[in-house]
């Protein structure tokens, strides 16, 4: 079964600054997803990033890139320029790309508090 | 493009009684999946629906916990009996490509 592991409970970036998440997460498969996901305090929880395992490049939206390394399994988060907007809870998440069992293995999140 | 729609999105209850979710997909998405999100932890999958069909329940705990979707478009959640250890945030999320996800329900069992 895949497991995805996020190191870091909390962490805190200064308003402006970068601040990177990290998340490891372990497969035997060769072809999956991964994403992060941004849940602010609403609870209403949004796509931020998506990574295609058979991409070598790193995904890149706005101020949000990864740096996804298939062979440690590590798939960090860097967010640019922090707004106060980013505060919330980060969860890295696994999908298989197989046909069947496309459900998301979810990791524990990393709670993300961006300082004024 | 209207998002997932879950009802209510409030619920206290007593052990041992029965409760019910409802989720309404964006409309095309033949993926569904219920999550169950306990305070500070990551949402865990209970079951997946490709249109009416169950794709995978092997989280749900099936001696009190049922779901269904029977005309492959809203579904259902039920606990019965709830316990106390069932006080959660129950998501809802729909895919075609991406998965969206609803605002939650958050269940209080006392």
């Known amino acids: 079964a895949q497991t995805v592991t996020q190191s870091q409970p909390e962490m805190s970036v200064q308003e402006a600054e970068t601040v990177t998440l990290s998340c490891t997460y372990d497969t035997s498969e060769s072809d999956y997803y991964l994403f992060w996901y941004k849940q602010p305090p609403s609870r209403q929880m949004i796509l931020v990033i998506r990574q295609e395992a058979y991409k070598q490049q790193n995904a890149t939206e706005n101020r949000f890139s990864v740096n996804f390394q298939k062979a440690a399994k590590s798939f960090s988060l860097k967010i640019s320029d922090s707004q106060l907007g980013d505060a919330a809870m980060y969860f890295c998440a696994y999908r298989s790309a197989g046909v069947y069992g496309q459900n998301f293995v979810f990791g524990p999140g990393t709670r993300l508090s961006v300082l004024p | 493009e209207a998002g997932v729609a879950q009802s209510p999105r409030y619920k206290i209850i007593e052990k041992r009684q029965s409760v019910a979710f409802w989720c309404n997909p964006i409309s095309g998405h033949a993926t569904l999946y219920w999550y169950q999100q306990i305070l500070g932890q990551g949402p865990k999958l209970l079951i997946q629906?490709?249109?009416?069909?169950?794709?995978?329940d092997s989280q749900l705990p099936k001696d009190r916990f049922s779901a269904e979707r029977l005309k492959g478009v809203d579904s259902t959640l039920k606990i019965q009996p709830a316990k106390l250890e069932d006080s959660a945030v129950y998501l809802c999320?729909?895919?075609?490509?991406?998965?969206?996800f609803g605002p939650g329900t958050r269940l209080t069992v006392l």
């Open positions: 999320a729909s895919r075609s490509n991406e998965q969206f």
């Open positions: 629906f490709q249109n009416n069909g169950v794709v995978d």
